[in-house]
């Protein structure tokens, strides 16, 4: 019973915070928040010669220069521009104080069971029966554990319960369709122009997708699991490749979204 009754209350509260995704339309692209995954002593995945929240950092900053040099009078925001740890309610609470337009993830995968899984992955937020998808976003969710008082910031929410990921995926987003279009955008770019490996566009229930006002995605760069493709995200030059193939879907969408006005 008592399971019962909280996972109403968890139901209620998300439908009642859920109603500000309704408050404005996707309709323009004046901000962008750029997120380095992870961050201070949550290193995130660790390969064999780096970690994930170095990686995502760097590549992070690049995709925030392209697109303050070559998309006029676009800001970027950074949730961190050094090795400072974010929470996760926090990285979507900048987003959502500085109005921004659009939230952009950025991290590096892994799958220790299969060293040779590569490639790109963009996630937006939904229910996957992926066993896989689901894999990720626990892994993604379980930064609250780092956190103070993450049972009260969290209001319950468990990454490893598969009923708080059913109840988190129920809310309708208002930016769904867009959060979809940058999405393919992305993975595009990354199959086509960076010629990297993309797997695909993915649904998965992300808390930092979910709180977030305004078209999210999370971007999973490489898996660091494959000692190829982890030598790779560390190779300045594709860092570059992978941060311009981010910067030009972004270019593309906000083109895309002003031909609508």
Same mark, same amino acid.
């Given at each position: /019973?008592?399971?019962?009754?909280?996972?109403?209350?968890?139901?209620? &509260?998300?439908?009642?915070?859920?109603?500000?995704?309704?408050? @404005?339309?996707?309709?323009?692209?004046?901000?962008? =928040?750029?997120?380095?995954?992870?961050?201070?002593? +949550?290193?995130?995945? &660790?390969?064999?010669?780096?970690?994930?929240?170095?990686?995502?950092?760097?590549?992070?900053?690049? =995709?925030?220069? %392209?697109?303050?040099?070559? &998309? *006029?009078?676009?800001?970027?925001?950074?949730?961190?521009?050094?090795?400072?740890?974010?929470?996760?309610?926090?990285?979507?609470?900048?987003?959502?104080?500085?109005?921004?337009?659009?939230?952009?993830?950025?991290?590096?995968?892994?799958?220790?069971?299969? *060293?040779?899984?590569?490639?790109?992955?963009?996630?937006? /937020?939904?229910?996957?029966?992926?066993?896989?998808?689901?894999?990720?976003?626990?892994?993604?969710?379980?930064?609250?554990?780092?956190?103070?008082?993450?049972?009260?910031?969290?209001?319950?929410?468990?990454?490893?319960?598969?009923?708080?990921?059913?109840?988190?995926?129920?809310?309708?987003?208002?930016?769904?369709?867009?959060?979809? !279009?940058?999405?393919?955008?992305?993975?595009?770019?990354? @199959?086509?122009?960076?010629?990297?490996?993309?797997?695909?566009?993915?649904?998965?229930?992300?808390?930092?997708?979910?709180?977030?006002? /305004?078209?999210?995605?999370?971007?999973?760069?490489?898996? !660091?699991?494959? *000692?190829?493709?982890?030598? +790779?995200?560390? +190779?300045?030059?594709?860092? +570059? %490749?992978?941060?311009?193939?981010?910067?030009?879907?972004?270019?593309?969408? @906000? @083109?895309?979204?002003?031909?609508?006005?």
């Amino acid at each position: /019973m008592k399971r019962i009754i909280s996972i109403t209350a968890l139901t209620a &509260i998300i439908l009642l915070s859920s109603f500000h995704t309704l408050e @404005k339309k996707s309709s323009k692209v004046d901000k962008v =928040v750029i997120d380095a995954g992870h961050g201070g002593h +949550d290193t995130g995945t &660790i390969g064999s010669i780096s970690r994930e929240k170095d990686v995502a950092l760097k590549i992070a900053l690049k =995709v925030g220069h %392209y697109i303050e040099e070559r &998309i *006029p009078g676009v800001e970027v925001i950074y949730t961190r521009d050094n090795d400072t740890f974010v929470e996760l309610h926090g990285r979507a609470y900048i987003a959502n104080k500085n109005g921004a337009d659009l939230f952009i993830s950025i991290h590096c995968n892994a799958f220790p069971k299969n *060293p040779a899984v590569q490639g790109t992955e963009t996630y937006v /937020m939904g229910l996957s029966k992926a066993e896989r998808n689901l894999e990720v976003a626990k892994k993604e969710n379980s930064v609250i554990y780092l956190e103070e008082d993450y049972q009260q910031k969290y209001q319950g929410f468990d990454p490893n319960s598969p009923e708080s990921l059913i109840l988190l995926s129920l809310e309708q987003h208002a930016y769904q369709e867009n959060s979809l !279009l940058l999405a393919a955008n992305i993975e595009n770019q990354f @199959k086509n122009r960076a010629g990297r490996r993309s797997r695909g566009v993915k649904t998965a229930p992300f808390w930092v997708l979910w709180d977030t006002a /305004m078209p999210s995605v999370l971007v999973e760069t490489g898996y !660091l699991s494959n *000692p190829k493709e982890e030598k +790779d995200l560390n +190779d300045p030059l594709l860092q +570059d %490749y992978i941060a311009s193939a981010i910067f030009r879907a972004v270019r593309d969408y @906000k @083109k895309e979204i002003d031909s609508r006005n």
